[in-house]
């Protein structure tokens, strides 16, 4: 896959529909199907402690995307609704990921805490995780 569409919805469908990226502001968060065709679903989650949404017409995810948990350990950045393959994620690279993604947890004050915390155990709830 090489590009890639968006929608902005508030509740993400059943099933995602492949090569769509499903944008819900009232949750903060990026739904789509991993983008090497594995059928796996991926969930961003949006704002200090996850990925940074850039929309102009267009869609712009960073940092990368890393799949290390799945087995396809596919990686790969969307720019400009574009999608930029890259080297296949390694475990040491997924480890760090990991820690970074603590770290910046850690960093978000009680109340965007609490909010990450509830999204996680609904989307956990819905068998979306």
Request: positive net charge.
């Amino acid at each position: 896959m090489h590009s890639v569409d968006h929608r902005f919805v508030e509740l993400l469908p059943t099933p995602l529909e492949r090569g769509v990226l499903y944008i819900s502001g009232a949750h903060d968060i990026v739904a789509h199907l991993c983008l090497c065709g594995c059928g796996n679903e991926v969930v961003t989650p949006l704002g200090p402690a996850g990925w940074v949404l850039r929309y102009d017409g267009r869609v712009s995810l960073s940092p990368s995307i890393g799949n290390g948990a799945l087995p396809c350990k596919s990686h790969y950045v969307i720019q400009g609704s574009r999608v930029h393959w890259l080297s296949k994620m390694t475990e040491d690279q997924h480890h760090r990921a990991q820690a970074r993604d603590r770290d910046a947890v850690r960093g978000l004050n009680p109340t965007r805490l609490g909010r990450a915390k509830r999204l996680f155990t609904s989307l956990l709830r819905r068998g979306r995780v």
